[in-house]
């Protein structure tokens, strides 16, 4: 999750209790069970809801074979999050395992919301999303 957290040794707080309490936005940072090692937990960031049609990979580095995402114009797939999934991405898109590599993520393996960093420099941690209009 790096610029948000450092590379090592930061602490977070995440509450299961305000992931059950409030509704799910684009731009939340949360805890899951790693879809690819349910041994794993992983702290991404929450860019698609369900019913978001979203680009697989905006940073282009990325193709994904076959399976369930459609390829639009110029090779770009694009997929629709499934009801009661989520994509998920960590902020550093060029050295992440993300919903790129495993796709829609079910809402049963979110663990949490994170609410702020606790070690070093504390602070909240908000969404660092803006709303982009359509062309």
């Known amino acids: 999750m790096y610029p948000t957290l450092g590379l090592y ?13 409030t509704p ?15 041994a794993h937990h992983v702290l991404k960031r929450v860019v698609g809801l369900a019913g978001d ?44 395992i993300d919903s790129r590599d495993y796709g829609p993520v079910p809402v049963g393996l979110l663990r949490g919301k994170v609410v702020c960093r606790v070690w070093p420099r504390p602070r909240m941690l908000g969404t660092n999303m803006e709303r982009v209009q359509s062309i």
């Not at 282009?60 to 797939?77: A, D, I, P």
């Open 9 to 21: 040794g930061d602490y977070i707080l995440h509450s299961r209790l305000l992931l059950h309490l």
């Open 24 to 38: 799910l936005t684009r731009g939340t940072l949360v805890t899951a069970v790693s879809p690819l090692d349910p």
């Open 53 to 96: 049609s979203i680009r697989v990979d905006p940073s282009g580095e990325r193709v994904k074979g076959g399976e369930k995402w459609s390829r639009g114009e110029k090779g770009v797939e694009w997929v629709t999050v499934p009801k009661g999934h989520v994509w998920l991405a960590g902020d550093n898109m060029s050295n992440s």
